[in-house]
């Protein structure tokens, strides 16, 4: 048997052609390891960001009102200004916040949501269909 590392082959030069043609796999392999080094470092960069960032970001609009604060002595006096004649079907509350569902006089149904903090109506709902 012969071996393959005997010193008696030697690599022999390529031809021209496909001498250029090495050269240009080189280049390609260099330029796709670079831009995946690249986008590698991005993944990385992005994970550590997400880790070192403040939590609680932005705040949802009805988040920014001012917070609800009753004192123990005394009860909260409001008064949800609704239409004449509403009839009031059901009630449901979240937070500082009081959903106000029930008829017009007409009767068209309607819900209201009242802010306790911020002592008004924030939202007024029509509801149409069956």
């Given at each position: 048997?012969?071996?393959?590392?005997?010193?008696?082959?030697?690599d022999?030069?390529?031809?021209?052609?496909?001498?250029?043609?090495?050269?240009?796999?080189?280049?390609?392999?260099?330029?796709?390891?670079?831009?995946?080094?690249?986008?590698?470092?991005?993944?990385?960069?992005?994970?550590?960001y997400?880790?070192?960032?403040e939590?609680?970001?932005?705040?949802?609009?009805a988040?920014?009102?001012?917070?609800?604060?009753?004192?123990?002595?005394?009860?909260?006096?409001?008064?949800?200004?609704?239409?004449?004649?509403?009839?009031?079907?059901?009630t449901?509350?979240?937070?500082?916040?009081?959903?106000?569902?029930?008829?017009?006089?007409?009767?068209?149904?309607?819900?209201?949501?009242?802010?306790?903090?911020?002592?008004?109506?924030?939202?007024?709902?029509?509801?149409?269909?069956?």
């Amino acid at each position: 048997m012969t071996d393959i590392n005997d010193e008696n082959q030697e690599d022999k030069p390529l031809d021209p052609v496909m001498e250029g043609v090495r050269r240009k796999m080189v280049k390609l392999q260099l330029i796709s390891g670079g831009i995946m080094a690249v986008l590698f470092l991005a993944v990385l960069v992005s994970i550590v960001y997400k880790l070192t960032r403040e939590e609680g970001g932005a705040q949802p609009v009805a988040a920014s009102a001012p917070s609800l604060a009753v004192p123990s002595d005394q009860p909260l006096s409001l008064t949800a200004n609704l239409p004449a004649g509403f009839r009031v079907t059901q009630t449901s509350l979240s937070g500082s916040q009081m959903l106000i569902y029930g008829e017009t006089a007409a009767g068209e149904r309607k819900a209201f949501v009242f802010d306790l903090a911020l002592g008004r109506i924030i939202a007024d709902v029509t509801l149409a269909g069956d």
